[in-house]
């Protein structure tokens, strides 16, 4: 490294080494000073070398991270709730945008990577309280041009997909987003501007924090978003570049990750940067053709009571816009035949039911409910908490059938 100073008459001229990590002479002077040898000193362009060198700029990086931030959550609270089949039966969660900021009861979606809310609205779904049942304040409408912090998205800019149906490169950025539920969709103009957000940290109780985030203004809405499903907007938490996920961690306010739990009772709590504690069970994501584009895991098989059944193992999506698990048809049939053995209850045909294998019973208590295990890679499982669901009447059943989820921004992989 060498620099240059220069002055009205001089000029001088300051040259430093540098060694690099691994190198002999480091490993010379890390010898001298603690006097150990290094028998597992990595030979250079080897597998151990390069393992070696990420492990350290991951720390590093992490270093960096921590010294700020632990974890961020929306200012209003990390709190998720759910309204049952008043709100599409999802996950929300309560977010402030803009400048002066307004508040907004957003879907949590990890099936998309869009962050939208209803904005200056063509079609938008009803905002009074007195239109749903478990509100207790309206809901917001957001308008660019009433935050100091909004910006236009032009369609040059580099997240701008429908850029290049643009007339002009300089106009404001349209969006479009699918969903898989029949017929709905979102669509309006890109909007940046500032999600404000809380921190905790060691060091401070709580930090707030302005993020800036590209977010969709969403003029027209159609579908289920037109019937109760996320009437003030959703938050996609995907892996795409336009997620809140995504400008997080490349502003270096949190990790590139998040968490999300639920109670029994449907509320939880959602955290940005958090990657859970080092004793808890995980699995790798996989690509999907060839891409990261979903939380795609692979399952290696599964297992009623102590039977685990082969071959049934297949790749699934994990997305909190869905509200039950679904299986490809060979291994769900694999699954409920040897469920319906192990219940052994005769099948009863109950009128309106949207499941193939129900059972009647006067006592739900006698039913010997055998457990449900999704086997992962490295012997990592999962118990299907109560994976049999006990209804008492008509009214249920119909409220079943109108249980609705988003569905994914990327259909899951299909047999």
């Known amino acids: 490294m060498v620099v240059l100073l220069t002055g009205s ?21 890390r010898v001298s000073r603690n006097g150990k040898v290094y028998d597992s000193w990595p030979k250079r362009k080897s597998m151990d070398y390069y393992q070696m060198l990420v492990s350290s700029d991951l720390q590093k990086q992490k270093m ?36 002066p900021n307004v508040s907004f009861l957003v879907a949590l979606d990890a099936g998309s990577d ?3 809310v209803p904005c200056d609205c063509i079609q938008c779904a009803p905002l009074s309280a007195s239109h749903y049942n478990s509100l207790d ?17 032009s369609c040059s800019h580099e997240l701008c997909e429908l850029g290049p149906n643009c007339k002009n490169p300089k106009q404001p950025c349209p969006y479009i987003a699918n969903y898989y539920s029949e017929n709905t969709s979102s669509s309006g103009l890109l909007v940046e501007d500032t999600l404000h957000l809380a921190s905790s940290s060691d060091h401070a109780s709580k930090n707030l924090v302005q993020a800036p985030v590209i977010i969709g203004c969403g003029r027209k809405q159609s579908g289920v978003y037109l019937d109760g499903v996320a009437p003030d907007g959703l938050m996609g938490l995907g892996l795409g570049d336009i997620s809140v996920l995504s400008f997080l961690a490349k502003a270096g306010l949190s990790q590139n990750s998040f968490s999300m739990c639920f109670d029994e009772d449907d509320s939880g709590r959602i955290f940005f940067g958090d990657q859970g504690v080092a004793t808890q069970q995980s699995t790798s994501i996989l690509p999907l053709d060839g891409k990261y584009i979903a939380y795609m895991v692979g399952v290696e098989g599964c297992c ?10 297949f790749q699934a999506q994990v997305d909190s816009g869905t509200s039950f698990t679904f299986l490809p048809e060979k291994v769900y049939e694999k699954v409920v035949t040897e469920f319906d053995r192990k219940v052994n209850i005769t099948k009863s045909s109950y009128e309106g039911s949207p499941w193939k294998y129900c059972y009647e019973t006067s006592s739900p208590e006698l039913l010997k409910i055998p457990t449900l295990t999704l086997m992962f890679p490295h012997n990592n499982s999962f118990v299907v908490h109560n994976p049999a669901f006990l209804f008492y009447g008509d009214d249920e059943v119909n409220a079943l059938k109108k249980i609705n989820g988003l569905g994914s921004a990327v259909p899951p992989s299909r047999e």
């Open 114 to 116: 869009l962050l939208w």
């Open 137 to 153: 304040r309206d809901l917001s409408e957001y308008s660019p041009s009433g935050s100091s912090t909004s910006k236009h998205v």
């Open 9 to 29: 008459s001089l000029a001088f001229t300051f040259s430093s080494k540098l060694i690099h990590r691994f190198s002999d002479e480091v490993k010379a002077f």
């Open 64 to 99: 960096k991270l921590g010294a700020q931030y632990q974890f961020l959550f929306p200012s209003e609270g990390s709190k998720t709730v759910s309204f049952g089949n008043d709100f599409g039966w999802l996950h929300y969660t309560w977010i402030d945008i803009g400048t």
């Open 304 to 313: 009623v009571g102590s039977s685990c059944l082969k071959p049934t193992s």
